[in-house]
């Protein structure tokens, strides 16, 4: 089992910054990828940023390419998602999720293990 910790989330105020950290714990060896998703009320979960770590490869979503970036810190088995130039329509709660096997990729269900999720209120 791999476990997964959210932090970072809060309130900031249109056009700021936010930097999310993603921990996982127990079976990290078996991980291979890392994705960051989101998910407003009454929506879908979103896909935002993904990434390998064994070679650093990233992907990201159409509506965060630009302004996030995620990054990670293998010696502390923690993956960061950089947020700037934050919109209203960025709030949501952000979820970090580890897969077994494979690249990063924008599906949920390829996902083995999930946070519980950190929230972000971007609000004047």
């Known amino acids: 089992q791999v476990q997964v910790v959210e932090s970072g989330g809060g309130l900031v105020q249109p056009g700021g910054s936010l930097r999310l950290s993603c921990v996982t714990s127990?079976?990290?060896?078996?991980?291979?990828?890392m994705g960051w998703f989101r998910q407003a009320p009454g929506k879908e979960r979103e896909f935002v940023a993904g990434?390998?770590?064994?070679?650093?490869?990233?992907v990201y979503g159409d509506s965060v390419r630009g302004r996030f970036t995620i990054s990670g810190d293998n010696a502390k088995n923690t993956v960061y998602l950089q947020m700037n130039r934050l919109k209203p329509e960025d709030t949501a709660i952000y979820y970090c999720?580890?897969?077994?096997?494979?690249?990063?990729?924008?599906?949920?269900?390829?996902?083995?293990?999930w946070g519980q999720g950190t929230q972000v209120t971007v609000s004047s």
């Open positions: 999720a580890a897969r077994n096997i494979g690249l990063a990729t924008m599906r949920t269900y390829e996902y083995d293990y």
């Open positions: 127990g079976r990290t060896f078996s991980v291979r990828a």
């Open positions: 990434i390998r770590p064994s070679d650093g490869s990233t």
